[in-house]
């Protein structure tokens, strides 16, 4: 079937199997690798990508339910020139990251997370997060960034 | 020179990663990531049964799919081993390992355990013809309890008689020992169980193999933590040249020990890349990876201290039973070895004995896991300390002050044969309690019990040390282990001043390409931007060890540090040739060679490299080029050492454990980045938390695995942790140049003790002496309920 969706304001289509899944269509079928598959049962949350603006974990819905929506992953966060956003920087210059593997699920959760609670603090960041699962951290940087990009980007994304 | 007499001032500052813009803008390529044209995918068919044997097989129906290339049994790929899968630590002469091939032929051994490879053009298509593949199994009864098992009642391997692997001791004086427990004043025998854990590394492990269309050469990518161990594994055991392969590790998605291994998908996909002459993949779903990646930990202990009325020990006796699962991979049977001799932890005992018995159960095979094998260690001693303490009506806290290694007995040679390089355990663990606040805590804790409060305040400490930068190969070959413990490095100032260091460790997650670049931006005297540091591709870096047991820094640092001496100490030769000046009359500061004195005359490294280049003028018999290639073999281990406290909350109506603080003052050493030190800690910190409250790979009867996704095994998330409290001390390693002592395994050890002896702490008015793991909110429940009903 033809699934067809903006993902990262760009329009995209491809002819897919009807079962495929959005992380499948997204990293198969359009060559965005950067969403991550950690655990087929949207347990971990590496595979988190935005759907008109809210986290959605790919790897547990079809690619068909999202037709004619707008998808962010990870690679449309950064400027068109590499420059990062300020969560991503945020995440740079707290060491909230080491394998990395997570690291976009977990950016594009916290992105939603800063978007619907403008004023978080710790205790807020660690129960928002609690679908994204990180094995390198402890967290401890992770909550530091986001809070960190928060009061950087003054409630706006 | 030390790296405390630092050149450049980049050694010892937070800088910030390199590694980070890519995988931060998901640019970095994990295995799964990469294009491959015309790749064909594996699917594999594993035993649903613990102990099976294989009736029959049959494909018929799952070779009628639509894009099935083929579905193999062990039996069909037979001839395509040279020899079994692995192991590289033969811990004994007589020690029992049973043939293990890619695919099981006529038992299956473990759920989990493979059958059937089936390959197609799509993964979906495999995935449908797997779910077609009949397997015909006849159940046999499966050994699963590692006490039962190893008292052979029922016996896995026939032809060997026994479920056990081998016994290993480390025993130096017996009647030494057997006197200071006849003598003592008070002994205490405690018995510790470590659940299987499930390393659970976020990114599943992925393979792809790439024939090159001549020669017979093979590009293995894999995400493994050792492609230089895996392309001798992969040679040996597939029969192919190591010349003729290439194995490329791209960005690994963590590992923690489980990527340390030869995995039969590994195997099977350069097998049938071979066979096929077609690019073969494989990635593991979850519910494979918790099954089919290999498990850590798994011990039952028993540990007997022997000490005197003022709780000076005297004696400390250790008898380990070690879970191998069903086979023995890359390194299982030296896991328990790793701790063998640290069950006296940081302590002055002058007594020691250690055994151990490797045995066989029908589970996933154990291998390293973070720490392997010094978190047990550490826990038995750790545990058996506050027991100690307790019998004796000591303080926690005073129990390690009367017994620490004192500081002018370094190095140390400790009783069961170590000697223990540098450390100062007493200041370290007092800069712990102040942080901590104790006495605070301590009345805190007092006044909840004096008013009845349903919540208890625990508090539990921890000192670890561990035997890491692994490792002297000589002592490696007294272990039997079957590789050195060396590390290579190459280090190259090319004609325009940029730098390319060759590094045989391999990361995953640790950051080597920003720390090793800061190691000889700091000691060539050059940015550390114009550093590029190569690793992970046997066809970049040929010569190499890998990544484990904390020994990238102290070893493969190291090796990068007296390279780039080196490399200082042939520019110095060329600058004094074309400056007309003695060596000796030269100082090298800020990346340039001054004549001493006439600080004007100068020739900096950029210009010293380009001469090299063109070798017009260079000293007699002097080779062109500024290039440097070192083999560091570390003389001993390293010691890390570290106090860890825990403040927990005990619910005494739930059972429900709460973490309310966390304190680590670990001392690793002087650290590189102190930014990258904290990272490890912490999550070395939260895994240790997560053994100690959360995780373990949990069986049913019949031998299913029954967390085996991660909805079922709970690897905690943010919500369940709180932030750390760290700092440090410092006493310099005199291992190595670079006075480090390696950190990526410390938070790990010394954070499970720590908690499970917080629970103790607050429930030991009630009568509780021990607390399994994990401390379950139902198990905390019942030990509460049990004490209240002996009371």
């Known amino acids: 079937m033809r699934v067809e969706m903006k993902v990262n304001g760009v329009a995209r289509a491809a002819d897919v199997e009807d079962r495929t899944l959005l992380v499948h269509f997204l990293r198969d079928a359009l060559g965005l690798t950067g969403t991550n598959v950690g655990c087929d049962t949207s347990s971990c949350g590496a595979c988190t990508v935005l759907v008109n603006g809210e986290s959605v974990k790919s790897c547990t819905v079809l690619a068909a339910q999202f037709s004619g929506e707008e998808i962010t992953t990870i690679e449309g966060l950064a400027g068109a020139d590499g420059t990062l956003h300020p969560l991503q920087r945020a995440f740079q210059e707290n060491h909230a990251l080491q394998c990395g593997y997570c690291t976009p699920g977990m950016v594009m959760a916290s992105l939603s997370l800063i978007n619907e609670h403008p004023n978080l603090d710790e205790k807020a960041v660690r129960e928002g997060l609690e679908g994204n699962l990180c094995r390198c951290t402890g967290y401890h940087n992770i909550v530091k960034a986001v809070l960190a990009a928060q009061s950087e980007m003054g409630g706006k994304l | 020179m030390s790296a405390a007499e630092a050149k450049g001032g980049v050694i010892g500052t937070r800088k910030l990663r390199r590694e980070d813009p890519e995988l931060l803008a998901g640019k970095a390529r994990f295995a799964d990531d990469l294009v491959i044209p015309g790749a064909l995918y594996m699917v594999m068919v594993r035993s649903p049964f613990a102990h099976a044997r294989i009736r029959s097989i049959d494909v018929e129906s799952a070779l009628g799919v639509p894009g099935v290339v083929g579905a193999y049994t062990g039996a069909d790929l037979a001839g395509e081993w040279a020899g079994p899968m692995p192991c590289a ?25 493979g059958v059937v490879a089936v390959v197609a053009t799509t993964k979906t298509a495999a995935v449908d013809a797997a779910a077609l593949v009949s397997v015909e199994y006849e159940e046999l009864s499966p050994v699963l309890d590692l006490e039962e098992a190893a008292s052979d009642s029922e016996v896995i391997y026939e032809d060997f008689g026994t479920n056990a692997s081998f016994v290993w001791s480390v025993e130096p004086d017996p009647d030494g020992v057997r006197q200071a427990f006849d003598q003592a004043a008070v002994v205490v025998s405690e018995r510790y169980v470590h659940p299987r854990l499930i390393p659970a590394a976020m990114e599943p492990r992925a393979i792809a193999v790439v024939p090159s269309p001549m020669g017979d050469e093979y590009v293995v990518y894999s995400s493994t933590q050792i492609p230089h161990i895996l392309r001798v594994m992969l040679a040996l055991t597939a029969g192919i040249s190591e010349t003729k392969l290439r194995v490329v590790a791209p960005s690994v998605g963590g590992a923690f020990g489980s990527k340390l291994d030869v995995y039969a998908e590994e195997l099977l996909c350069l097998a049938l890349a071979r066979r096929l002459k077609q690019p073969v993949r494989f990635t593991e779903e ?18 007997e201290l022997a000490a005197d009325q003022d709780g000076k020990v005297l004696a400390v006796r250790a008898n380990i039973l070690a879970d191998m699962g069903a086979y023995l991979q890359l390194v299982t049977p030296g896991v328990p070895l790793l701790g063998a001799f640290l069950y006296h932890g940081l302590y002055d005992i002058p007594n020691y004995s250690f055994t151990c018995k490797g045995v066989f159960t029908n589970k996933t095979p154990t291998d390293a896991y973070r720490g392997a094998g010094r978190p047990e260690a550490t826990f038995a001693i750790e545990r058996a300390m506050d027991t100690l303490a307790d019998k004796l009506g000591i303080d926690p806290a005073e129990i390690r002050r009367r017994n620490f290694i004192p500081a002018d007995k370094f190095p140390y040679s400790s009783a069961a044969g170590l000697s223990f390089d540098s450390g100062n355990y007493g200041p370290n663990l007092e800069k712990a309690l102040d942080l901590a606040g104790y006495s605070a805590l301590r009345e805190e804790q007092a006044r909840r019990v004096a008013a009845g409060d349903s919540h208890l305040l625990g508090i539990g400490i921890s000192c670890y040390v561990e035997m890491c930068g692994l490792a002297p190969s000589r002592v490696l070959g007294a272990l039997s282990y079957g590789a050195g413990g060396w590390e290579a490095a190459t280090v190259r100032v090319l004609p325009t001043a940029k730098v390319q260091v060759v590094t045989g460790s391999a990361p995953h997650g640790q950051g080597h390409e920003t720390s090793w670049s800061m190691i000889v931006a700091d000691r060539l005297g050059v940015p550390p931007e114009d550093v590029e540091v190569l690793h992970s591709d046997t066809s970049i870096s040929p010569l190499g060890m890998d990544t484990y047991g904390s020994r990238s820094l102290s070893v493969g640092g190291s090796a990068i540090f007296v390279a780039a001496d080196k490399v200082v100490e042939k520019a110095r030769k060329i600058a004094a040739h074309q400056l007309e000046v003695a060596e000796e009359d030269l100082e090298f500061a800020s990346g340039s060679f001054k004549v001493k004195g006439s600080p ?9 490299a380009f001469e090299a280049f063109t070798a017009h003028n260079l000293p007699d018999g002097l080779e062109p080029n500024l290039e440097a290639s070192v083999t560091w073999d570390p003389p001993n281990f390293t010691f890390p050492n570290g106090s860890h406290i825990a403040v927990v909350d005990v619910d005494q109506e739930t059972g429900a454990v709460e973490l309310l603080r966390y304190i680590a003052v670990d001392d690793c050493g002087n650290q590189i980045n102190p930014m990258i030190v904290e990272g490890q800690i912490h999550g070395g910190i939260a895994q240790g938390v997560a053994q100690a409250l959360f995780e373990e790979a949990s069986y049913d009867s019949e031998g299913t695995l029954v967390t085996a996704s991660l ?81």
């Open chain 2, 89 to 113: 630590w033969p811990v004994t002469p007589d020690m029992k390992n049973p043939p293990h091939f890619p695919l099981a032929t006529e038992v299956a051994r473990y759920a989990g355990d």
């Open chain 2, 286 to 303: 979850r519910g494979e990876a918790t099954m089919a990646t290999v498990h850590g930990r798994g011990q039952v202990q028993q540990i």
């Open chain 2, 600 to 608: 004007d005359r100068e020739m900096p490294l950029a210009g010293i």
């Open chain 2, 711 to 791: 909805a079922d095994y709970l690897v905690p998330s943010a919500a369940e942790l709180p932030s750390f409290e760290l700092a440090n001390t410092v006493t310099p390693s005199p291992t190595n140049p670079l006075g480090v002592k390696g950190i990526g395994e410390a938070g790990a050890i010394g954070s499970a003790p720590a908690v499970i002896n917080a629970i103790v702490d607050a429930l030991g008015h009630l009568g509780v002496t021990n607390c399994p793991m994990p401390a379950t909110p139902e198990r905390v429940w019942k030990l509460l309920q049990q004490a209240k009903a002996h009371k």
